[in-house]
């Protein structure tokens, strides 16, 4: 499974962005699809998940309220709407997939979010 971030960005305090990872390859339906982050000097941690028919949905505490996960499964792609940002929420953003199968993980590049205050 490939997965292609993109949607980051620099964006003042209350603001919000929507982030959007494309997968291909693999067995896409038995897929779990979310994003986790990584702050400068702090270990990575989960943001947001959802399963592959979108009915299974999760959230860290940190963001729930704010951040919304979706997919769209025409083109293969799930989106992390961000609102009402703060600059504890600034880190570079990974898009994860996780076979439901094997367990096996897929990262993406990630993706820079800068939030000034």
């Known amino acids: 499974v490939q997965l292609q971030a993109s949607g980051g960005g620099e964006v003042d305090s209350g603001g919000s962005l929507r982030l959007s990872c494309v997968a291909s390859g693999g067995t896409l339906s038995r897929q779990m699809m979310g994003w986790f982050r990584q702050a400068q000097g702090k270990e990575r941690e989960f943001v947001s998940a959802?399963?592959?028919?979108?009915?299974?949905?999760f959230h860290a505490d940190a963001v729930k309220g704010r951040f919304a996960i979706s997919k769209h499964n025409a083109n293969n792609t799930i989106h992390l709407q961000m609102n009402s940002l703060k600059p504890e929420d600034t880190a570079v953003y990974y898009c994860n997939a996780v076979s439901t199968v094997t367990s096996r993980a897929y990262w993406g590049q990630g993706t820079l979010v800068t939030v000034s205050s």
């Open positions: 959802i399963s592959w028919d979108g009915g299974i949905k």
